[in-house]
């Protein structure tokens, strides 16, 4: 067997969770859906994309462009113009076409961006990414070809009160050294719905120049779409960060459409692996998309629409868990500041969260359990934090939600009373 073989054959954690949910979705049984990343459905979002979809079926010019033309790896031109000059005229960063390059989703970007950055290298030695705050984002864990693709960095916990808490970089043990070849955050983060500050940003970027690599700032969360945001930071480019985007999360999973935005070099070699690997990206997202980003209707749709419905949905599932949790047993939740996960931690847990997650499937609620989001920790020892937390989606129907939280507390509780 090759190594490529073997590494794809092994079964990885993004591979069982996919499949997870993938298996629960199709089975007899009913179940609550809170394991994967994937969005609610939107009625106002939905309908206006179906409003462009129809515009372009009726139009053959515009529907033979969607299906009869390969476009250049570097993605959709008069996309990549639009979200230029929509970026620019936000931001100011001075984009050209020149920085931005189009994926089929923003985790096959991942894989080729970890793959230019880490690895073996022709000259001996070998590149790692430095991720500085685990737990980070399990999609990452298997991207890399080479062995040991990832270190990652123990965070520090701030007890918020009121049964929460906050993960913070730890920058006295953030050590930079030759081996690594580029830093990558998910902000916001999934799985914690942690937000880095800017001042946190600020800093890794600051690292990040002194080493002379790049920042690596995954916003499939982010801003400026879909922008599930819930606290006020400034969102940040320029030459030293490679700004990963979606169009996932404002609730188009399925089309698959990613964004890197990054300096000039790295868009050329992001294209030359999107060629060998893709031929061309689908058009589909962009030009449906595109009509919305010339407007400026996407940061508007974000930000009125998508931003505030996700974070109403995050209050309610935070409301049930305080409710259902109350003061029966040791628990944590990570302040929830973005994306649409609860990230909870049960301190000194009497069984571990594979085991709870386990449990919990057997009584039809899916959630994911937390020991997977730790890439990249593998020499850290055993960090009991690591099997004290679980990943808790909340974007899908708020009475499933709320009725799938109960059951979580329930089966926590009774973990800890059997003891
Ligand atoms: N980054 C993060 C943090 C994610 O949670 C996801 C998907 O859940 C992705 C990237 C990849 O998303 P997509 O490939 O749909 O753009």
Known sequence: MTEFAHKFSEQAGINSLMDDLGKALA??????????????????????????LLAIANDPAAFQRLVGQYDAPQ???????????????????????????????????????????????????????????????????????GPDTFRSVKPV??????????????????????????????????PTGNVLTDEEVKKLHKLAGEWNIPLILDGAYGSP????????????????????????????????????????EIIRALSGANAIINLATGSFGPQLVEPLVKSGEILSLSREEVRPWYQAKMHKARAVLKEALAEDCPWYVHQPEGAMFLWLWFPDLPISSYELYLRLKARGVLVVSGHYFFP?????????????????????????VAAGIRIIAEEVKQAFANA
């Open 27 to 52: 089975g007899d049984e009913p179940m609550i859906m809170m394991g994967g990343g994937n969005p609610g459905h939107l009625a106002s979002v939905q309908e206006r994309l179906r409003e462009e």
């Open 75 to 145: 993605g959709e031109a008069t996309f990549i113009r639009a979200l230029v000059d929509l970026l620019n005229a936000t931001y100011d960063w001075g984009l050209t076409p020149e920085n931005i390059a189009l994926t089929n989703g923003s985790q096959a970007a991942f894989f080729m961006l970890f793959n230019l950055f880490a690895g073996p290298l022709q000259a001996g030695g070998k590149k790692q990414i430095l991720l500085p705050l685990a737990p980070e984002y399990l999609g990452y864990a298997d991207a890399g070809l």
């Open 157 to 190: 916990i701030e007890d918020l009160g009121d049964h929460t808490f906050k993960y913070r970089v730890d920058f006295e043990k953030l050590e930079l050294d030759e081996q690594v070849g580029a830093i990558c955050v998910s902000r916001p983060t999934n």
């Open 225 to 264: 779409f879909p922008e599930l945001i819930y606290t006020e930071v400034t969102p940040f480019w320029d030459e030293q960060v490679v700004l990963c985007l979606s169009l996932s999360k404002l609730g188009l999973p399925a089309v698959r459409t990613g964004i890197v935005i990054a300096k000039a």
């Open 376 to 400: 990249g920790m593998e020499d850290e020892g055993d960090w009991p934090h690591r099997h004290e937390c679980l990943r808790v989606t909340y974007s899908q129907d708020d009475e499933q």
